[in-house]
């Protein structure tokens, strides 16, 4: 079992920049695929970027280099730097887990945070 807690949320202006942290328990987070998705009000819940156990990533068409995800295995952390933020960016964005070594875009994660809320205003 793991158990995600996301933070680092916001209200920011457009161009800001924000960073999103998800704590992970449990002594095999070093092994899961991790994601960051995010969902806005009235939308499906979309992949924004994937890490693997061994740091491979994978960032959704639409972020164009804006966002890096990143992950601290001695931490238990998973990182999403978010930079030139926009309003359409307004979403509530959650991490997920994957006991898959596969990198996938589909929401097939195992474990899933709460969600932290990001709100870019124009």
């Known amino acids: 079992q793991v158990q995600l807690v996301e933070s680092g949320g916001g209200l920011v202006q457009a161009g800001d920049s924000l960073r999103l942290s998800c704590a992970a328990s449990g002594r095999t987070f070093s092994s899961y695929t991790m994601g960051w998705f995010r969902q806005a009000p009235g939308k499906e819940r979309e992949f924004v970027a994937a890490i693997s156990w061994s740091g491979g990533t994978n960032y959704a068409d639409f972020l164009k280099g804006r966002f890096t995800i990143s992950r601290d295995n001695a931490k238990n952390t998973l990182y999403l730097q978010m930079n030139s933020l926009k309003p359409e960016d307004t979403a509530v964005y959650y991490c997920?887990?994957?006991?898959?070594?596969?990198?996938?875009?589909?929401?097939?994660?195992?474990?899933w945070g709460q969600g932290t809320q990001v709100t870019v205003s124009s």
């Open positions: 997920a887990a994957r006991r898959s070594a596969v990198i996938v875009r589909t929401t097939l994660y195992d474990y």
